[in-house]
């Protein structure tokens, strides 16, 4: 007759003590975060929407080649409030207009010129880095040409009068990708706009994502598809999704906060816990990623000639020379910053006075010189006045709340544009004609003494 089986005391102990010690252990990770990890806890109430926004053609394959993060940990862990709490939160602040300072003190130049931004001289954009509360002067700020959109977008971008998330994708260079992790209620309060051009239009077409005959609204998921003629912009694709990156606030006039996300990023986390942990909480202007590598502006330029990120490398070593000429000093402790560069795939805004000048200013060098974004940004945010309070958060925070993919492979590789045109000296070299150039800006940067 089989014995049954019996447990001695210890060993029945030892078991439920450690059955506790792991429910505690449970318990202890899903309610207190670790000090040194990213995680982001929000309230069990966000009831995010739990069927897909959109379904996609297995053809598309919108979530093909997405990038690895190896980063585990990070020195400022971001913590989401109540979901409910930050609905209201944001409907207040969107409501009172008086919160966003005195927007009407930022008057927009008007007119027509050959291209969209006026194509300005540099003493020209210079004159206008310092603005004063009570300035009449207009700001140069784009659309000195017609931003060529259908009416009924330009209706429907004017009613977003709250949060708006928007993205683009020129030249078919990347995906339409869904946000994840959405409220129940953040549809209703949360404009999604993706500007496109022909050349990505008829992907989506063959794709047969969008109809052929639709002339008014145009949706996938959460998107609004705004088709954007660029035969009346720019030549370069890259130049052309500068425009609502850099002057959201001026194809959305009514707007109070905005997201901007690039077209290789997928938002995971609610649009409005971001703004409300990253801007409002902050009490910021503008919330941005650190570059996962720089903190030297110099350090992006090299960068961008020796990837050929622009192909004309002679004009790169203009605009570095221009910035180091005119006050362009690396990053030091002194700086109220904690880098010189960003990862600008994602900008999180409120509407004010500063962040909208900034917007400006950043887009007339863009226009100027290329669409690096990252080049011309600690040289306009140290120059303008008024000063832009700037949240820039750790790359751990950027990797756990967007995903980030590549662009779309294509044929015969990436084309930014002409065959690369290298400088006709070294990009380091001493000075232009008229100046010394970027000698004492790289002597500060690798701590070298100089007179």
Not at 180 to 192: E, I, N, P, W
Not at 193 to 216: C, G, P, Q, W, Y
Not at 300 to 314: F, L
Request: charged share 20%.
């Amino acid at each position: 007759m089989a014995k049954a089986a019996t447990f001695s005391t210890p060993l029945l102990c030892f078991s439920l003590l450690y059955l506790s010690s792991s429910l505690f252990l449970a318990l202890y990770y899903t309610t207190f975060p670790a000090a040194t990890s990213c995680i982001f806890r929000s309230s069990p109430l966000i009831q995010p929407l739990q069927t897909p926004l959109y379904s996609y053609p297995p053809s598309y394959g919108e979530h093909k080649h997405a990038l690895p993060t190896t980063r585990s940990s990070c020195n400022s862990p971001v913590y989401f409030s109540d979901y409910g709490a930050v609905l209201e939160e944001i409907k207040q602040l969107c409501a009172n207009s008086t919160a966003y300072g005195p927007q009407s003190a930022l008057r927009y130049m008007q007119g027509s010129a050959e291209s969209f931004g006026g194509n300005l001289s540099f003493q020209k954009r210079e004159s206008y880095f310092n603005h004063r509360e009570d300035e009449t002067d207009e700001i140069p700020c784009g659309f000195l040409r017609r931003f060529p959109i259908s009416d009924s977008d330009r209706i429907s971008m004017e009613k977003c009068d709250g949060v708006v998330v928007a993205s683009a994708i020129f030249n078919d260079h990347d995906k339409v990708r869904q946000p994840r992790g959405l409220g129940s209620k953040t549809l209703d309060y949360v404009c999604f706009f993706m500007f496109v051009d022909d050349a990505t239009l008829k992907t989506l077409h063959f794709h047969n994502m969008i109809s052929r005959t639709s002339e008014e609204l145009i949706k996938i998921g959460a998107w609004r598809i705004v088709n954007v003629s660029a035969e009346y912009l720019y030549e370069n694709a890259a130049m052309n999704g500068v425009i609502p990156k850099y002057l959201i606030h001026r194809l959305f006039p009514n707007s109070k906060y905005s997201i901007w996300v690039d077209a290789k990023l997928q938002l995971v986390v609610d649009p409005l816990l971001l703004i409300h942990s990253l801007v409002v909480k902050e009490k910021v202007d503008m919330a941005i990623s650190r570059h996962p590598y720089f903190v030297h502006t110099m350090e992006e330029a090299m960068a961008t000639a020796r990837w050929k990120k622009w192909w004309d490398v002679n004009a790169l070593k203009i605009q570095m020379e221009t910035y180091c000429e005119n006050g362009l000093q690396p990053w030091n402790s002194n700086k109220p910053y904690p880098t010189d560069v960003p990862d600008s795939a994602l900008i999180l805004r409120k509407h004010s006075l500063a962040s909208n000048l900034f917007s400006c200013l950043l887009f007339n060098e863009l226009e100027a010189f290329n669409p690096r974004d990252q080049l011309p940004f600690a040289y306009v945010r140290d120059k303008m006045n008024p000063k832009l309070n700037l949240n820039m958060f750790e790359v751990e925070v950027f990797e756990r709340v967007a995903i980030e993919y590549r662009h779309n492979l294509k044929q015969g590789g990436p084309s930014l544009g002409p065959k690369a045109k290298m400088a006709s000296s070294d990009l380091l070299a001493n000075g232009t004609a008229g100046g010394g150039g970027c000698e004492g800006y790289l002597l500060k940067m690798w701590g070298e003494p100089h007179d």
